[in-house]
């Protein structure tokens, strides 16, 4: 009897979007104990063990039968979903749903959720507690460029009463809450009990979201959360009526642990708390091109204010340690601080960010045994630096015997960071505190680092 012939295909999961059903077709075509899988970000690589001579021809037409059975299946499982604020129809594109709820709940992995232009204004919350699939995502976008607002002014908790709680599963405009493979694109958030609100949801992926004026943080990942991207989003005027500004943040991750979570180009200011919290998050967020400013004050005339107004918060006193990359961030005219630790004891990394103009340090690091490199702090209230004696600290601004001041920078008008994103979603690049001298130090809209 010949010995078993090892072969090795590569399938693309371009060509697969119920990753679900892959084992069990494989089961079919090569035996069962015949194959085995594994899986990367682009591709499943099957390995299959058979008895025969060897025969390369063999192994081919088994290759084949396989990425032609899994892309069938690809085209026979994936459907579009269509939403209008005038819908009373049944889900397809003449006749699309008048409830975003009601294409959640008939959505399945690979399906695309389109919604029609409009404002859409919901009694109660979007609930998303079921998930798609690895390599296939259920996807909520606008339908081509129409411009999509979801208003949660209707929904219970907007406002709650001073001090009074919010359920959990009031919170959000969507409450996502142990749902896995979604992604959503380009919708504006508003009015709501939090705009998004993620508990223990992993892999998950956000892109292009505004979110706005709501009674809460307006995009919050707590609980057991690993691997979400967040990426592009404006989070701005939040605040919270029932706590006189305590709670409210631009963006928040929060009370649980999970790795693989990133922030990257987003914008965060004018809401009533901080910028940023990473209140008891006991895992590593990756921050990356975070632009905060103007938080902390109180625009909204609260009786007893209680917002803190730091650009970037990350811990707490008691939090697990948690080793936070802090990269080409910008915190500027907040009220406060620009970067804290706020007592977090684990090892950060700051690298390349800038401090300019807040209302006290420009860098607070009280707890963490952090590595800062390359940062600048100019202008800010106070000392430009607070560092504890385990902080590692080279090549920043304060670290020279150069003197630092608003002409040290090419340009400090805010203007361009301000302005409309580019077609591609990003920060239009800029000299917005770019050093003069051509130096490579603090962050730049102009280019990653």
Known sequence: MSEPVKHLHHISLDHITDVTKVEEVLKEIYGEGNFEVTWTDTAVNVETTKEEPGSEYAHQRSSMRCTVVLAFLAGANAKDIFVSPTGTGSGTLAAPYGSIQSAIDAAKAG???YLRKGTYAPSKNIQIKTSGAKGSPITVKPYQSEKVIIDGENMPGTPKALDESLPNAERGVF???NAEWWSFYNLEIINGPYGIYARDASNNYYEGLSTHDNYETGFQLEGASANNQVINLDSYRNRDPRKNGESADGFACKDGTGEGNVLRNARLW?????????????????LDEVYAWGN??????FKDFNGDGNGFKLGIT??????????????????????????NPGSLTFNRNTAWKNGD????LRSSSSKVTKNIAVGNKGDQVSLNSKVTASGNSWDSKDTWNDASFKSTNAATLKGARGSDGRVKASDFLVPASGAGLGATTQAKV
């Open 270 to 286: 004018d809401n009533v708390d901080d910028g940023l919290d990473l209140y008891m998050f006991g895992s590593p967020v990756t």
């Open 361 to 364: 340090n420009g860098f607070n």
């Open 296 to 301: 902390g004050f109180n625009l909204w005339d």
């Open 111 to 113: 399906d695309f959720i």
């Open 318 to 343: 008691n939090n697990p340690p948690a080793n936070h990359i802090v990269k080409n961030c910008i915190a500027f005219q907040n009220a406060k601080k620009g970067f804290i630790d706020n007592g």
């Open 175 to 177: 409450h996502i809450q």
